[in-house]
C-alpha cells in the first residue's frame, strides 16, 4: 500500500452549535478541512488539514496508509469515513482511523483484471462489477491492487469473491457469493450462436 504524509493542526470543538458551524465555515473558506482521528486507545483528535492535500487521498482509485502529523505528534492512519459537497465535490469532512501496525484492519482494495478471458474471444463482453474488494489484514501485508486473472473465465460465466486466493496473509470478508466479474452474452454472440445451432 503507498503512504501519504499530511500534516494537520489540532482544533478544538465549540460548545455552541453556532459557533460550531462559523468555525467551520471559516476553515472550509481559508483552503482547510475539519478532521477527526479515532482509535480505540486514545480519545478522539479534531484537527484541520489543506484542502490540496487531501485531494490525493480523496480523488484517486488508489489506496494509501497515511501518516498524519498533528502538532508534531505523528499517527499511523487510514481514510475511514469521508464527506463530499452535493453540488462541488469539495472536501468537507473526513474520519480517519488510528492503525495500530500488529492487528488487522479491514480495507477494500481495487481489482484488477487481467488477461483475455475466454468469452470475449468467442465474443462476449467482460464486466467488472466489483471495482473493490474488502480485506482483512495487517496494514503491511495489504496490497495496493487484487489483480485476478480472468483468461480461463468462459461465456456466460461469472467470477465470485469465494472463488478467489491471494494467500494466507489476506481474508476476503465480502459475501462469497458476490460476483466480481462476469463474461456476458453480448447480441452478436447470441447471434453466432443461433446460426450455428441452425447449421447443424
Known amino acids: 500500500m503507498k503512504s501519504l504524509k ?3 493542526t489540532s482544533r478544538t470543538i465549540a460548545e455552541r452549535s453556532s459557533e460550531q458551524a462559523r468555525s467551520l465555515r471559516e476553515v472550509r473558506e481559508n483552503g482547510g478541512v ?38 508534531g505528534k505523528e499517527y499511523l492512519a487510514i481514510m475511514k469515513d469521508l464527506q463530499l459537497h452535493p453540488v462541488k465535490d469539495s472536501i468537507l ?4 482511523y488510528l492503525v495500530d ?29 466489483m471495482r473493490k474488494i474488502r480485506v482483512k489484514a ?16 468462459g461465456l456466460g460465466k461469472t467470477m465470485k469473491v469465494g472463488e478467489l486466493n491471494f494467500g494466507d496473509k489476506l481474508e476476503l470478508t465480502n459475501a462469497k ?16 450462436a443461433a446460426a450455428a445451432a441452425a447449421g447443424k
Open 6 to 8: 499530511i500534516a494537520g
Open 34 to 71: 475539519p478532521c477527526v482521528l479515532y482509535g480505540q486507545a486514545t480519545e478522539p483528535i479534531h484537527f484541520i488539514a489543506e484542502h490540496r492535500i487531501l485531494e490525493k487521498l480523496v480523488f484517486t482509485p488508489e489506496i494509501f496508509e497515511v501518516k498524519l502529523e498533528i502538532d
Open 93 to 96: 469532512h473526513i474520519d480517519f
Open 101 to 129: 501496525p500488529a492487528k488487522p484492519i479491514v480495507v477494500a482494495v481495487p481489482v484488477k483484471l487481467e488477461g483475455l478471458a475466454a468469452g470475449v474471444r468467442t465474443g462476449g463482453k467482460l464486466v467488472l462489477q
Open 138 to 153: 495487517l496494514i503491511s501485508d495489504i496490497p495496493e491492487k487484487l489483480t485476478i486473472d480472468v483468461t480461463p473465465l
Open 177 to 192: 457469493e458476490a460476483v466480481v466479474c462476469a463474461v456476458q452474452l453480448t447480441r452478436a454472440a447470441r447471434g453466432a
